[in-house]
């Protein structure tokens, strides 16, 4: 069989400007070798790639450690192992006729948490705190990265939402381009601000507290709701009501009540949908030193409920199958 060549590049869509991320290098991961009868997570179980990291044994160089308050190491951060880009140097721009590509260096990070078989809507507040801490002081240093312009923060959770391991860990993905759906929102969100002289987020929140069809839950710095148009049945968004463009500034106070209203909506999921798969990403602003006024970060969830059709493919349209509003009665 011919050996396939590694690639590890972004791909500019000539049609749509929209970057596609080609990379084969993670085909040598080892759940790709397991036999067809068994999923990843079964066997993920069985040999935990991380279980070294969270007893202090293993070799590979931790970049963060947070204790609790008994001094026990709860969460982990190291690098990749197989890793969405090629350690960054000096990305470069490539023309080939009427294509356009960017090499794919980056930083790939794995943040590890201690316990394998308790969920993260289990972990207590002020351990998902230390979740989002981890998220905030890694975003904090990788943001210096000179060719760095956008930080992503994903949590995959079950099979469905693509996560290969069970032990549970988010990752930490910083990129040479700003992904198109950032841009989208970013520049939805500028408009917004240039026609208005308002921050569309902080008109959506006022909304949606007076309005309370969408409403799940909120605290002092956090509101959590079903967005108008979700994409899929039971998306719930967090915003903070302070405006702030970037995740990395986040305080501990404010990361304290984020754990809180994170963990509530984790439950609400619970309690209406049982152990579901999801996927959770902070969307936050470019780090390439612009001023992104009327934009604020905040925090998407994305229930694994329903399979994507030929229409939604082929059509680039989102089907929603359960009204938000309904949505939010049942979660609050």
């Not at 590049?9 to 749509?16: A, K, L, S």
Request: aromatic content about 12%; hydrophobic content about 40%.
């Amino acid at each position: 069989m011919k050996k396939i060549k590694t690639t590890q590049e972004f791909r500019q869509d000539p049609f749509t400007s929209e970057w596609v991320l080609v990379v084969t290098n993670r085909n040598n991961r080892p759940h790709t070798l397991v036999s067809p009868p068994l999923q990843s997570s079964d066997i993920s179980k069985i040999l935990d790639p991380f279980d070294d990291i969270v007893k202090g044994k293993s070799k590979e160089k931790i970049l963060l450690t947070l204790v609790d308050d008994e001094n026990e190491p709860q969460v982990f951060v190291v690098n990749n192992k197989y890793p969405l880009f090629a350690p960054i140097k000096n990305p470069h721009y490539h023309n080939e006729g009427p294509y356009h590509s960017v090499e794919g260096e980056g930083i790939h990070e794995l943040v590890i948490y201690r316990d394998l078989d308790t969920p993260i809507r289990n972990f207590s507040i002020k351990k998902l705190a230390l979740v989002f801490e981890a998220f905030q002081k890694r975003s904090f240093d990788l943001m210096k990265q000179k060719h760095i312009r956008y930080i992503a923060i994903i949590h995959n959770n079950g099979l469905k939402s693509g996560a290969t391991i069970a032990h549970p860990h988010s990752q930490i993905i910083a990129s040479p381009i700003v992904p198109d759906g950032i841009e989208r929102i970013i520049e939805g969100a500028n408009l917004y601000y240039h026609s208005h002289k308002r921050d569309l987020a902080q008109v959506i929140i006022d909304f949606e507290q007076e309005n309370k069809m969408r409403l799940i839950a909120e605290n002092n710095d956090f509101i959590a709701f079903t967005p108008y148009a979700s994409k899929i049945a039971y998306e719930v968004e967090i915003f903070p009501k302070q405006a702030q463009a970037h995740f990395a500034y986040s305080n501990a106070g404010t990361i304290y009540n984020l754990a809180k209203i994170y963990k509530t909506v984790l439950k609400a999921y619970y309690k209406v949908l049982g152990d579901i798969d999801y996927n959770m990403v902070i969307i936050t602003a470019p780090v390439d030193g612009n001023v992104y006024k009327g934009f604020r970060w905040f925090i998407r969830l994305t229930p694994r409920l329903d399979f994507i059709g030929g229409y939604e493919i082929g059509t680039d349209t989102d089907i929603c199958t359960l009204s938000p509003e309904f949505a939010a009665e049942l979660l609050r």
